[in-house]
């Protein structure tokens, strides 16, 4: 397919449209999936602040040596990828995957936090505060120590979060 056929065949099949909707469809269950991820990740999450932007349609041929079949409808496919940013920072990619009849076969969206091992830590970290406190309390504690013990926890998640948003 060269890129006049191709770009026929995006406007026919209406990719653009299909892509982007594809992606709101797949970043609102990621939403309601992963809520401690959103938490987690940004401060005071707004969904105003995503932005997703087309980067690129390709069309694609699989060829696989054993069975050297390149003109089934499943060896063709055209990749949809767009950007997703939020605050004008680029946090990951969504793909749609089409057979050249236009048919979607499949989709992925994928999240590039910043951070990973610093993540893993304050996620860690957010479970053992929860563990100390229901220990705490089990035990019989004061209260007014196990808010010093929770407050200083909660003193460290906060300076994690704030080096995750830098």
Same mark, same amino acid.
């Given at each position: ?6 770009? *026929?065949? $995006? ?10 909707? *594809? ?7 990621? $939403?309601?999936? &992963? ?11 707004? $969904?105003?602040? $995503?932005?997703?932007?087309?980067? #690129? ?14 003109? &089934?409808?499943? &060896? ?34 994928? #999240?590039?936090? #910043? *951070?990973?091992?610093? #993540? ?33 926890? &909660? ?12």
């Amino acid at each position: 397919m060269d890129n006049l056929a191709l770009k *026929g065949w $995006i406007d026919t099949h209406k990719i653009i449209d299909r892509t982007l909707k *594809g992606f709101w469809v797949a970043f609102n269950n990621y $939403i309601k999936e &992963s809520p401690e991820e959103i938490d987690l990740f940004f401060n005071e999450f707004n $969904i105003k602040d $995503i932005k997703a932007s087309i980067d #690129t349609i390709e069309h694609k041929t699989i060829f696989h040596p054993d069975y050297q079949i390149v003109d &089934s409808v499943y &060896s063709q496919q055209v990749i949809s990828t767009l950007d997703i940013y939020y605050i004008n920072e680029r946090i990951g990619y969504y793909r749609m995957f089409f057979h050249t009849n236009g048919e979607c076969f499949d989709d992925s969206l994928v #999240t590039e936090w #910043t *951070g990973w091992y610093i #993540t893993l830590k304050l996620e860690a970290l957010t479970e053992l505060q929860k563990e100390i406190k229901t220990e705490l309390v089990k035990n019989r504690v004061e209260e007014d120590k196990i808010e010093k013990i929770y407050d200083l926890i &909660s003193k460290q998640i906060s300076k994690i979060k704030d080096q995750i948003h830098k």
